[in-house]
């Protein structure tokens, strides 16, 4: 096998994207990004061209399908704590509990509501268990969806046809 090149992307922001956005936030209209992209991809775009706001919190949605006679499940997760492996496998348990018993750090403000949005990024397999599984929360869900991943054109038709039937 001979290397032949290396090949970098890159898709940037059009200029209008930002300006347009602040405009429909004007008009009290949320903006809701639906991609086929992968799901970090997308809440790292809608990071960047603020549909989520910088202080916003986004939590991961993962829905299974009932599987080996288990239920359909929901899985919640933080996308600014996502786990550090590295840090896990560098300590060991009484490395941890030294850490926690030197110092104990100062109280961390309370964030004011209005400075903290909670944004849900939905991936659509999971859109899809939750369609079948859980459709008494999509409303709920969907009030805070902001970012929905990986979504195939059926998919997109269904989320836009329920976020038509919301009141």
């Not at 859980?134 to 046809?161: H, N, W």
Request: proline share 8%; charged share 25%; with cysteine.
């Amino acid at each position: 096998m001979d290397f032949l090149g290396l090949v970098m992307l890159q898709n940037k922001l059009k200029a209008e994207t930002v300006p347009v956005l602040e405009e429909l936030r004007r008009a009290c209209i949320r903006p809701v990004m639906v991609t086929g992209d992968n799901l970090l991809t997308a809440v790292s775009v809608g990071r960047e061209c603020g549909i989520i706001p910088a202080k916003g919190k986004v939590i991961l949605t993962e829905a299974l399908p009932p599987r080996d006679g288990q239920p359909a499940t929901i899985h919640w997760q933080s996308a600014d704590e996502l786990p550090a492996a590295e840090v896990l496998e560098k300590a060991s348990k009484e490395e941890i509990k030294l850490l926690l018993e030197e110092a104990e750090p100062p109280p961390l403000p309370r964030p004011k509501t209005a400075e903290t949005s909670y944004h849900f990024a939905i991936g659509g397999k999971s859109f899809a268990v939750i369609l079948d599984h859980f459709p008494d929360l999509l409303s709920k869900l969907l009030l805070c969806g902001t970012v929905y991943a990986r979504m195939a054109p059926d998919q997109k038709t269904q989320l836009i046809e329920a976020l038509q039937r919301m009141e």
